[in-house]
């Protein structure tokens, strides 16, 4: 067994490596090792910040570190948006901030004083579903449901960023005005992860909101 | 995540300047990048400077008839722009294969250019990396270790680790420059080439950039013409990084620029290389990849970049 003795060593140098970068840069290209002495934070460590969400508007003190997600679930409560992967690889915290979807576990809370946030919350009602909740009903658009409001979020973002003339890596020429078809809205719904597979059913209802909206 | 101090800034150059006298500081933009490291305390700032009240967000022309982007557009923004889709198709193509539609709103230009590896053993703190830890040693160059995604060239003995950006191919191949404020307010124009660095024995050292140093724009020169396009193979057809990406842009005489990705700490491409392309796919990529030094699990990528880089030829 030589793994303690590797470790040992690998210790010794980490400690050695450590003093020498902090010497270094004070920003930019810094590496994680320096900044792990014993530096703490030069002020406070929570901020007061006001945002619009789902039209109303809320005054919060936060700790620096909440991202734009917990602020959402833990501290107003709206737990329709869902904290899959916390890294921006699945899509199940997909928001609007100022109408742009975005990953809310990767955007810092602090950073949106002043902004406009909508949330599944924000997007119809049980008796009024907005018509992308009414096509994923009718197309059965889920099974477990955990990354649905992710989905929604972001299917109906994908119809506007279409018709914003905003491109997708499957589009064909690039000058050309944009068509909604199968490929384009697989490709631009890549970011969200549905791990019981409804995909095809996902795209039908995406299709049928956008033949709607045509 | 560790706790951490913040603040909004409203001038660059008084940003740079902060960034300098605040130790432990860091500048925060869209944060995808950042953020994600700060929660596995890869990164681990003190204080954020927050800079997106910098006005950095237009996209403008030059006088040389060129584009000059602000630091702060977004990808999503940049990839849209009609004088970008129309005269620097690489750069609007490069921009869409990478990341999601919800990633690209958020992440900036500079942010691109300054964002980490996914190197495995640099994202696992259990792992030795030198880049995040100097002088803990290289995981990806130990025995059996998993290296398919990472560097076939550029490389060394201290790290292997790719720069992961498909934008930064693209602005490769069309010769842009960085434009910077220091932390005394003096501005530099960085070529693109000269921004990345090398591993060598310090690969946590990866651009010019000195300390507080603030990139404010990157500068397109005026159009190249040719036909444009971006070839990026990965394991998965959307969201994944690149094993291997080829920037190309080509004229109609057959002459013209090739730049490499997922291959290289940088976006990898050569004037040596640029001149075989009218005699195919193989002479260029004999004298771009010459040198290369890849592992067992990573050879592939050498004959993946000279038959992607063929696709591409055969396509026009």
């Known amino acids: 067994m030589g793994a303690p003795i590797e470790f040992e060593i690998r210790r010794r140098t980490l400690v050695a490596s450590s003093a020498a970068v902090a010497i270094g840069a004070a920003t930019g290209q810094r590496s994680g090792a320096q900044s792990r002495a014993a530096l703490t934070p030069s002020g406070a460590e929570d901020s007061t910040i006001t945002l619009t969400v789902n039209g109303v508007e809320q005054e919060l003190t936060i700790d620096n570190r909440t991202t734009l997600l917990d602020l959402l679930r833990e501290n107003l409560k709206l737990t329709g948006t869902k904290k899959g992967c916390d890294h921006g690889q699945c899509g199940a915290c997909t928001c609007t901030v100022n109408g742009q979807r975005v990953n809310s576990c990767l955007s810092l809370a602090v950073m949106h004083d002043g902004d406009e946030i909508q949330s599944i919350e924000g997007v ?70 549905c791990r019981c597979g409804a995909y095809s059913n996902i795209l039908a209802a995406i299709t049928k909101v956008a033949e709607e909206q045509a | 995540m560790r706790p951490f101090s913040y603040e909004r800034a409203g001038d660059a150059a008084q940003a740079a300047a902060r960034a300098a006298e605040v130790e432990g500081a860091k500048f925060i933009a869209g944060g995808t990048n950042l953020l994600d490291l700060m929660k596995l305390e890869i990164e681990t700032p003190v204080h954020l400077i927050d800079v997106n009240g910098l006005g950095l967000d237009e996209i403008s022309a030059t006088d040389d008839g060129g584009l000059r982007i602000g630091a702060l557009v977004s990808n999503t923004d940049l990839a849209a722009h009609e004088t970008v889709r129309r005269d620097y198709g690489v750069l609007s193509r490069a921009l869409v294969a990478g990341a999601s539609g919800q990633l690209r709103n958020k992440a900036t230009t500079a942010g691109n250019l300054l964002q980490r590896t996914r190197c495995p053993y640099f994202y696992d703190t259990a792992q030795p990396c030198n880049k995040r830890e100097p002088g803990s040693g290289c995981g990806a160059l130990s025995e059996g270790a998993f290296s398919r995604q990472l560097g076939v060239i550029g490389t060394s003995d201290s790290c292997i680790a790719t720069h992961p950006s498909d934008m930064a191919v693209a602005m490769r191949a069309l010769d842009v420059t960085v434009e910077t404020i220091t932390p005394v307010g003096m501005t530099r124009q960085i070529p693109l080439a000269d921004f990345h660095k090398l591993p060598g024995d310090t690969p946590e050292q990866e651009n010019a950039l000195m300390p507080g140093e603030i ?102």
Not at chain 1, 169 to 187: C, F, G, M, P, Y
Not at chain 2, 237 to 256: E, N
Not at chain 2, 275 to 283: H, S, V, Y
């Open chain 2, 215 to 316: 990139i404010t724009a990157v500068t397109l020169p005026a159009p190249v013409g040719g036909t444009h396009a971006y070839h990026k193979v990965r394991d998965r057809s959307s969201y994944a990084f690149a094993l291997v990406s080829v920037a190309l842009i080509r004229q109609p005489d057959g002459t013209g620029r090739v730049a490499l990705g997922g291959v290289a700490p940088k976006p990898w491409r050569s004037d040596e290389a640029d001149a075989e392309l009218p005699n195919g796919a193989r002479a260029v990529m004999a004298r771009l990849l010459d040198g290369a030094r890849p592992t067992e699990e990573n050879a592939f990528k050498i004959t993946l970049a000279e038959r992607t880089l063929a696709a591409m030829l055969a396509e026009e």
């Open chain 1, 124 to 193: 119809g009602t049980p008796d009024d579903l907005d018509p992308m909740q009414a096509a994923f009903v009718a197309n059965d658009g889920f099974q477990c449901g955990y990354c649905t409001p992710g989905q929604i979020m972001s299917a109906r973002s994908v119809l506007d960023e279409i018709r914003a003339g905003i491109p997708s890596h499957v589009t064909d020429d690039l000058n050309a005005q944009i068509e909604v078809t199968d490929d384009e809205i697989r490709e631009r719904m890549s970011g969200n992860i």
